[in-house]
């Protein structure tokens, strides 16, 4: 009942318990004692330990005890025959020494106004403990501890996380621990040693780094331990009052990396704006900032960080098409986001068709939407396309993607062609190559005959021009092949031939009897007002190569597109015939071209559904008609066809 007691008063304040038994002898008497030893905060015990005398059960009394520990000495005051009826009260005063096992206790015994030397050596064996003590008589002792903090088997026992109560969550940023003897062990948060009072017992307030899991390591240190170390970890998560806490615990491994709404007040079903759509996954992704600039666009966005990320996802091509105004504070449709979120997601070999109530696969949002199917990203069958993204949606979403996520690479402006290894070797009789002066490929400025040495053309890997002219030195028996076609040149010992390049790779081929060189060169239109820092100027170039736009030396990207220019790309493209152009007024045919007026175009002739948020007052620009005309299959296959050979 004893022990019961003093276990619940332990329970409720800040100390902890040891306690056992002893049996004492001397030539006066035999004891049999009960002894509870109280652990206090600053390095403090007190213990109580009541006894009966064997021989004569008046002489039954009680004792106490106070220890005060420092480094590397106790002090202790002690009262003993305290409610004996045959023996007066003693009280001892003096220094306890530990060495390894063993410990030395000196000082001085008062007895019935007599002052004694006092003596004490005792031995720590496992739980026993015997002793013998010198000072007004010789007493013999030995102890028992049933339960002792050293002792324990359970580091539970020296640590404890008091709040939080359940040890796994918690809103607030701190957590209160308890602990006892960590001069004897020590303590550390997610690694980082902690410095807390080596008091014997202690309370400390901590505070808690991270969002997410916060790991308490304890370690105790001691001969008689089994068990020397045990991870007590909590979760810190958002505080918000209105979401609950199982929906914050699936944002667990986003909460370091993104933008959460101030206070206390998630409001799940919020309305997600651009600006907080597009800045959380730049910095979901580990987005880079700033690194290609494009002037003239996005000029409504205040936030500095927001437009740096902008270029970069329009840099990046994740944004297909840069406008003057972004409108930050619109909200975002649900299927703009779920293109923009399925383009952080990495190649997949086999997409499984799933079907979705309110998108059918002929829409053009169907692939994004079901590639965020087979990646898990969603699970909904009603999608829901034209409706706002609620808060709590893009969240889930994001905990998802960051599993996944892969930023692309933008595309190369221009791509090394591999060819063939050029050796100038010493003329060599048995080549009729070493009396075989090649080519050059060059404009027709150029043109005039010289004796050069080396490989068309110039030792470049790519023209801007076509047609060409080739010049060199003809042997008997030479063919000229320009992709499989042999081009006629003059049968004089110099030659000059006109060549019509391919846009692409071409393929040249000089053969001399049984002997051929063979030399690949890539034709794409090059034009000065193109950045070669900006992600599109490589697909612009290509497309302008493959003819579906007139260019000369300039691109004028910034130029409006007018009517007759968009039906012409039409009719290149085999949609219209001719004759529909000659038809039109003059007015007509240089009317400027709004965005949404192309796209009902395109997408009436070419059966697609092309949607993008642009505004009807803006005028299509020959840039941005350039990358309409990439979303048609037509074009988008010869862009990619465009460096096979």
């Given at each position: 009942?004893?022990?019961?007691?003093?276990?619940?008063?332990?329970?409720?304040?800040?100390?902890?318990?040891?306690?056992?038994?002893?049996?004492?002898?001397?030539?006066?008497?035999?004891?049999?004692?009960?002894?509870?030893?109280?652990?206090?905060?600053?390095?403090?015990?007190?213990?109580?330990?009541?006894?009966?005398?064997?021989?004569?059960?008046?002489?039954?009394?009680?004792?106490?005890?106070?220890?005060?520990?420092?480094?590397?000495?106790?002090?202790?005051?002690?009262?003993?025959?305290?409610?004996?009826?045959?023996?007066?009260?003693?009280?001892?005063?003096?220094?306890?020494?530990?060495?390894?096992?063993?410990?030395?206790?000196?000082?001085?015994?008062?007895?019935?106004?007599?002052?004694?030397?006092?003596?004490?050596?005792?031995?720590?064996?496992?739980?026993?403990?015997?002793?013998?003590?010198?000072?007004?008589?010789?007493?013999?002792?030995?102890?028992?501890?049933?339960?002792?903090?050293?002792?324990?088997?359970?580091?539970?026992?020296?640590?404890?996380?008091?709040?939080?109560?359940?040890?796994?969550?918690?809103?607030?940023?701190?957590?209160?621990?308890?602990?006892?003897?960590?001069?004897?062990?020590?303590?550390?948060?997610?690694?980082?040693?902690?410095?807390?009072?080596?008091?014997?017992?202690?309370?400390?307030?901590?505070?808690?780094?991270?969002?997410?899991?916060?790991?308490?390591?304890?370690?105790?240190?001691?001969?008689?331990?089994?068990?020397?170390?045990?991870?007590?970890?909590?979760?810190?998560?958002?505080?918000?009052?209105?979401?609950?806490?199982?929906?914050?615990?699936?944002?667990?491994?986003?909460?370091?990396?993104?933008?959460?709404?101030?206070?206390?007040?998630?409001?799940?079903?919020?309305?997600?704006?651009?600006?907080?759509?597009?800045?959380?996954?730049?910095?979901?992704?580990?987005?880079?900032?700033?690194?290609?600039?494009?002037?003239?666009?996005?000029?409504?966005?205040?936030?500095?960080?927001?437009?740096?990320?902008?270029?970069?996802?329009?840099?990046?091509?994740?944004?297909?098409?840069?406008?003057?105004?972004?409108?930050?504070?619109?909200?975002?449709?649900?299927?703009?986001?779920?293109?923009?979120?399925?383009?952080?997601?990495?190649?997949?070999?086999?997409?499984?068709?799933?079907?979705?109530?309110?998108?059918?696969?002929?829409s053009w949002v169907y692939s994004n939407v079901n590639k965020l199917r087979n990646f898990s990203i969603i699970n909904e069958t009603v999608i829901n396309p034209k409706g706002t993204l609620a808060r709590k949606d893009f969240f889930n979403y994001m905990a998802k993607l960051v599993e996944f996520i892969k930023i692309p690479a933008p595309i190369e402006n221009v791509t090394k062609v591999e060819q063939p290894e050029i050796v100038v070797e010493a003329p060599n009789q048995s080549s009729i190559f070493d009396v075989f002066k090649?080519?050059?490929?060059?404009?027709?400025?150029?043109?005039?005959?010289?004796?050069?040495?080396?490989?068309?053309?110039?030792?470049?890997?790519?023209?801007?021009?076509?047609?060409?002219?080739?010049?060199?030195?003809?042997?008997?028996?030479?063919?000229?092949?320009?992709?499989?076609?042999?081009?006629?040149?003059?049968?004089?010992?110099?030659?000059?031939?006109?060549?019509?390049?391919?846009?692409?790779?071409?393929?040249?081929?000089?053969?001399?009897?049984?002997?051929?060189?063979?030399?690949?060169?890539?034709?794409?239109?090059?034009?000065?007002?193109?950045?070669?820092?900006?992600?599109?100027?490589?697909?612009?170039?290509?497309?302008?190569?493959?003819?579906?736009?007139?260019?000369?030396?300039?691109?004028?990207?910034?130029?409006?597109?007018?009517?007759?220019?968009?039906?012409?790309?039409?009719?290149?493209?085999?949609?219209?015939?001719?004759?529909?152009?000659?038809?039109?007024?003059?007015?007509?045919?240089?009317?400027?071209?709004?965005?949404?007026?192309?796209?009902?175009?395109?997408?009436?002739?070419?059966?697609?559904?092309?949607?993008?948020?642009?505004?009807?007052?803006?005028?299509?620009?020959?840039?941005?008609?350039?990358?309409?005309?990439?979303?048609?299959?037509?074009?988008?296959?010869?862009?990619?066809?465009?460096?096979?050979?």
């Amino acid at each position: 009942m004893i022990i019961t007691l003093l276990v619940l008063i332990t329970s409720l304040y800040s100390f902890d318990l040891e306690h056992g038994f002893g049996i004492s002898s001397s030539p006066q008497k035999n004891d049999v004692s009960y002894r509870a030893t109280f652990l206090l905060p600053d390095q403090l015990q007190f213990y109580i330990e009541p006894a009966v005398n064997l021989n004569d059960t008046r002489d039954s009394f009680l004792k106490f005890e106070l220890l005060k520990e420092f480094k590397t000495l106790s002090a202790f005051f002690r009262v003993q025959n305290i409610a004996s009826s045959l023996h007066p009260i003693k009280m001892e005063l003096g220094l306890e020494i530990p060495y390894q096992a063993f410990k030395l206790s000196l000082g001085v015994l008062y007895n019935q106004k007599q002052v004694f030397p006092y003596t004490q050596l005792s031995l720590t064996l496992g739980k026993f403990e015997p002793y013998i003590s010198l000072s007004d008589q010789i007493l013999l002792g030995l102890y028992y501890g049933l339960q002792s903090v050293e002792d324990s088997t359970k580091i539970s026992d020296y640590f404890r996380i008091i709040s939080p109560y359940n040890h796994a969550e918690t809103r607030s940023g701190e957590a209160y621990i308890k602990g006892y003897y960590l001069d004897s062990g020590e303590i550390k948060l997610n690694g980082n040693p902690l410095k807390l009072r080596a008091d014997g017992m202690f309370i400390e307030k901590v505070s808690l780094p991270y969002y997410g899991e916060n790991l308490f390591t304890f370690t105790i240190k001691g001969k008689t331990i089994s068990s020397y170390e045990q991870k007590f970890a909590i979760n810190r998560i958002y505080p918000f009052i209105d979401i609950p806490y199982e929906d914050q615990k699936k944002w667990l491994s986003i909460v370091e990396k993104i933008d959460f709404p101030n206070g206390n007040y998630f409001k799940p079903d919020a309305e997600v704006s651009r600006q907080e759509f597009y800045l959380n996954l730049a910095k979901l992704a580990n987005m880079e900032r700033n690194k290609y600039v494009f002037k003239n666009y996005f000029t409504d966005v205040d936030n500095e960080e927001l437009k740096d990320y902008l270029y970069t996802y329009y840099g990046k091509g994740i944004l297909k098409v840069a406008y003057k105004k972004f409108y930050p504070n619109s909200s975002i449709k649900r299927e703009e986001a779920m293109t923009v979120l399925s383009r952080f997601l990495p190649d997949k070999e086999i997409f499984e068709d799933y079907e979705f109530k309110d998108i059918p696969q002929k829409s053009w949002v169907y692939s994004n939407v079901n590639k965020l199917r087979n990646f898990s990203i969603i699970n909904e069958t009603v999608i829901n396309p034209k409706g706002t993204l609620a808060r709590k949606d893009f969240f889930n979403y994001m905990a998802k993607l960051v599993e996944f996520i892969k930023i692309p690479a933008p595309i190369e402006n221009v791509t090394k062609v591999e060819q063939p290894e050029i050796v100038v070797e010493a003329p060599n009789q048995s080549s009729i190559f070493d009396v075989f002066k090649t080519a050059i490929i060059g404009d027709k400025g150029e043109y005039g005959f010289k004796d050069i040495t080396f490989i068309s053309p110039k030792g470049d890997e790519s023209v801007p021009k076509t047609p060409y002219f080739v010049k060199g030195y003809a042997p008997p028996g030479m063919t000229f092949i320009v992709n499989s076609k042999n081009v006629v040149v003059n049968r004089h010992k110099r030659f000059a031939a006109e060549v019509n390049l391919d846009p692409g790779i071409n393929k040249i081929e000089i053969r001399v009897n049984n002997e051929t060189k063979s030399y690949l060169i890539l034709y794409i239109k090059k034009f000065s007002d193109l950045s070669q820092n900006e992600y599109f100027t490589d697909l612009i170039e290509k497309i302008a190569t493959l003819g579906y736009m007139d260019t000369d030396e300039q691109f004028y990207p910034a130029r409006y597109v007018t009517r007759e220019e968009l039906l012409l790309a039409m009719v290149r493209l085999g949609y219209i015939k001719e004759s529909r152009i000659k038809e039109m007024s003059d007015e007509d045919k240089t009317a400027e071209v709004s965005y949404q007026e192309a796209i009902s175009i395109i997408n009436k002739l070419a059966g697609l559904r092309i949607e993008f948020d642009a505004s009807n007052e803006d005028v299509l620009t020959r840039k941005v008609f350039a990358l309409l005309l990439y979303e048609i299959p037509k074009v988008h296959d010869e862009v990619k066809k465009f460096y096979s050979n």
